[in-house]
Structures are given as C-alpha cells and as structure tokens.
C-alpha cells in the first residue's frame, strides 16, 4: 500500500500562517461590534489612581492626558472617569490649559472641536459634551465663544451662556 508524500516542512510552515490570518480576520470582525458597544482607551505620562466612590468605578490619569471613545478624542492635564457598575463609561472630567475635544468623521467638512478650562463629556446613546470657562467650539459653518457650551453629539444641538461667534451658510 503507497502512502501520498506529506511535506512535513510545509504543514509546519504553513499551520502557524493559517492561525494568525484566521485570528486577524476574527479580530476584524469583531472591531465594529466592539466599536458600537462603546470601545475606548486612554493614556497619561503621570500618575494614575484607580477608586471606587458611590458605587463608581473612578480612574485619574494626571499629566499629557488623552482618552478616546470610538471618533471622540479628549486631551488636557487631567481626567477623571467615571465607570458604572457594568463598567460602561459614563463621564469623563477634563481640565487642561486647555482641556481639548475632537470628533472624528469620515467626513473632514464634518469634524468639530473645541476647548475649555474643563469638559465634562457624557458617554451613552446620548453623547454630550459641555465646555465650562473660556470656551470655544467650531463645527461646520458655526464657530462659538462662550463662558459655557453644551452640545448634544447625536442631534447636534448647541447652546451657550454669554456668548460671540460667526455663521456661516449652510449647503442642503
């Protein structure tokens, strides 16, 4: 009885390839789901304590601070976050010189940023963002100076307490 030749050199070789492509594209399968549910990370170059306060997880990061949920990216010099007890993100607490937000879009004529002594941004369904003390916030066609602004990141909807900006037309 005749066997077939195996190349015993050749399993081996291509065994391992075979593991890291099935795992990189189960990897990227798993990326928008991931996304959806709220992914984020952060980052600081100085201390970090972690807490639990009224039945919040609390996490500071002091120092170079940057934390990022899906498209929103926030800096400053310090963060404060807030986890539930699902530890889900709730809020963060940005204070900088100054403390800076940013939102992503596949559309460059759709980023918005702004920046303020602190940012209070509430994750969830309804995503929130407040700048307090010398804020400023541009989106496409409106720029804002204010002592205070809130904007709701799902909606779109601004508003701000003593405030100067510019508007510019809007194309439908």
């Known amino acids: 009885m005749k066997y077939p030749a195996v190349n015993h050199d050749l399993v081996t070789r291509r065994l391992p390839l075979g593991l890291v492509v099935g795992m990189f594209l189960l990897g990227a399968a798993a990326l928008p789901a991931q996304e959806s ?43 404060v976050l807030e986890y539930n007890l699902e530890n889900q993100l709730q809020k963060v607490t940005l204070t900088g010189t100054p403390a800076r937000f940013q939102q992503e879009s596949d559309n460059p004529s759709a980023a918005m940023s702004g920046y303020s002594d602190t940012i209070n941004y509430f994750a969830g369904l309804d995503s929130v963002v407040e700048f307090i003390g010398t804020a400023s916030f541009t989106q496409p066609g409106t720029s804002l100076l204010c002592a205070q602004i809130r904007h709701a990141i799902e909606t779109g909807a601004t508003s701000g307490q003593a405030c100067s900006g510019s508007l510019s037309p809007q194309t439908n």
């Open 37 to 79: 549910a709220g992914s984020h990370e952060y980052r600081a170059d100085g201390e970090t304590t972690i807490e639990t306060v009224d039945g919040l997880r609390v996490i500071t990061l002091r120092d170079n601070v940057f934390v990022r949920q899906n498209a929103v990216e926030l800096t400053g010099n310090v963060a």
